[in-house]
């Protein structure tokens, strides 16, 4: 089976860009969720997809940050403008429905300088 | 108080020692525990899953969850160079809305010496 992937692989912009992510899931999963994972912590969830309705974007800072799951398939986390703080590695997981383990893939390093 | 506590570490051990990740949570609503490993520069992979109270073995990996401690813990027997990662535990409960939110820990910083 196809893991979760994720592109690009790394990223650097200045701070006021934008910048894009990609992520396509494990086939037949429904669940994709979004992590932001700053150095030396655990990943923090930032918006989750069940098929391709948001179910929690609690902790997205939607004046800046943007996500959308076309056919409840692939999903694209977008943001505009970047700030400093935003570096970090984004992570994208699936899962086959909701109470089933994440599958993570390997993530978007993100500097914004 | 954080949901879930983890020790950050650094932990380093000699090659073939019993090693002991640990987590406590809060929340009694958590139902599902699991351990991630995370190599440098690579997504967590899912090492352990589990829902009730008790052990559960995979090879050198055994997943111990003490529900009424509200404590988890991971153990890596005959520890190799190649376990050296970062160990995240996480804990899953359901929501009002019928989905379920997951909760990382902080993550272990494990080194295995050879």
């Known amino acids: 089976e196809a893991g979760v992937a994720q592109s690009p692989r790394y990223k650097i912009i200045e701070k006021r860009q934008s910048v894009a992510f990609w992520c396509n899931p494990i086939s037949g999963h429904a669940t994709l969720y979004w992590y932001q994972q700053i150095l030396g912590q655990g990943p923090k969830l930032l918006i989750q997809?069940?098929?391709?309705?948001?179910?929690?974007d609690s902790q997205l800072p939607k004046d800046r940050f943007s996500a959308e799951r076309l056919k409840g398939v692939d999903s694209t986390l977008k943001i505009q403008p970047a700030k400093l703080e935003d570096s970090a590695v984004y992570l994208c997981?699936?899962?086959?429905?909701?109470?089933?383990?994440?599958?993570f893939g390997n993530g978007t390093r993100l500097t914004v300088t | 108080q954080k949901e879930v506590e983890q020790d950050p570490g650094p932990l380093s051990v000699p090659e073939g020692a019993i090693v002991s990740l640990n987590c406590t949570y809060s929340?009694?609503?958590?139902?599902?525990f699991m351990w991630y490993r995370q190599y440098s520069r690579k997504g967590p992979e899912l090492l352990m899953y589990?829902?009730?109270?008790g052990n559960k073995e995979d090879g050198r990996f055994t997943a111990q969850v003490d529900k009424s401690s509200k404590y988890i813990s991971l153990f890596i027997r005959d520890s190799q160079p190649s376990d050296s990662a970062t160990y995240l535990c996480a804990m899953s409960a359901g929501t009002t809305s019928g989905t379920y939110k997951y909760i990382f820990g902080t993550g272990t910083r494990l080194k295995v010496l050879a």
């Open positions: 997981a699936s899962s086959l429905r909701g109470d089933s383990p994440l599958h």
């Open positions: 929340n009694s609503a958590f139902q599902y």
């Open positions: 589990t829902y009730s109270s």
């Open positions: 997809f069940q098929n391709n309705g948001v179910v929690d």
